[in-house]
């Protein structure tokens, strides 16, 4: 709505394709060359929950071009990133987020103050909410003590991971298959374990690998020399996790191959017994 003034910049500054915030309330928006510092798990100080949160915004509702989307994320970011310079680095001296956001948008546009003030505060609350991601994450593998070719999968990840898991040797019984997507954390899956064609009677081995993914404590910073810092989205933490079962099953003796003898002519009897023979 307006060019660089003395009211500021409240919205997004594009770097490339890029949509990115400021992370540093109060300073000038940055001009000129901007490097791309990649993603990174500690911006200028900033702890898991803000870079989290800050991650959700940019993600969420930062890669737009309607001003009044930007310029809520703009100051929801601002604001988790540093709330006390953010409300006041304008000249506002009072404790409300929306009044400060009025006391600058009704100068720059005050058509679109009241809808700013809406977002920001929805943006800011929604992104309160996320929860700092659990790092890392185990497969377990179990076997039926009582049928050896019985047993479960279970993933323990993040609970807001979403993925899928793989098994060598096995495959869950609901379904026949080796693969699963859309797998839930924690949950437990039984699965089948044949022994293989070749095994030989010697005990076999079952394994799974899983590949997961869940939201990063992390953004993706930019730098612009003696200037503004600003985030855009960091893509989301990839977990690639194996297990292998404790201990090999055992190849259990399982006839499968019924034998009918038809008798003709009634029940079959053993042999008589023949009478001691005369020496």
Excluded at 33 to 44: I, K
Excluded at 119 to 137: K, Q
Excluded at 233 to 253: D, K, N
Aim: some cysteine; overall charge negative.
């Amino acid at each position: 709505w307006a060019p660089l003034s003395s009211t500021g910049w409240h919205g997004s500054m594009r770097v490339g394709d890029i949509e990115t915030y400021c992370i540093h309330p109060g300073l000038p928006v940055a001009t000129g060359p901007t490097t791309d510092q990649g993603v990174q798990t500690d911006a200028r100080g900033l702890t898991p929950q803000q870079l989290v949160s800050i991650n959700y915004l940019v993600t969420t509702y930062g890669q737009t071009d309607d001003p009044v989307q930007a310029a809520g994320v703009g100051w929801a970011v601002k604001a988790t990133a540093d709330r006390d310079t953010t409300l006041h680095s304008w000249g506002y001296e009072g404790d409300s987020l929306r009044e400060a956001i009025d006391y600058i948008m009704r100068r720059a546009s005050p058509e679109n103050s009241a809808a700013v003030q809406d977002r920001a505060e929805r943006y800011l609350a929604e992104a309160s909410t996320i929860r700092v991601p659990r790092a890392g994450g185990t497969l377990t593998l179990t076997t039926n003590p009582d049928d050896p070719t019985r047993g479960t999968v279970a993933a323990d990840v993040d609970p807001d991971a979403t993925g899928g898991l793989h098994l060598d040797g096995a495959v869950f019984a609901d379904t026949g298959t080796a693969d699963r997507a859309d797998v839930a954390p924690g949950r437990t899956y039984p699965i089948l374990a044949s022994p293989p064609r070749d095994t030989d009677g010697r005990p076999y081995t079952v394994r799974a690998r899983g590949a997961f993914s869940v939201r990063a404590a992390a953004v993706r910073l930019f730098t612009t020399l003696g200037q503004q810092e600003s985030a855009g989205p960091a893509q989301p933490q990839r977990l690639e996790l194996t297990a292998e079962a404790a201990i090999p099953r055992p190849v259990v003796f399982s006839p499968r191959t019924p034998t009918d003898a038809p008798i003709p002519g009634g029940p079959f009897l053993h042999p008589p017994t023949l009478p001691p023979r005369e020496h």
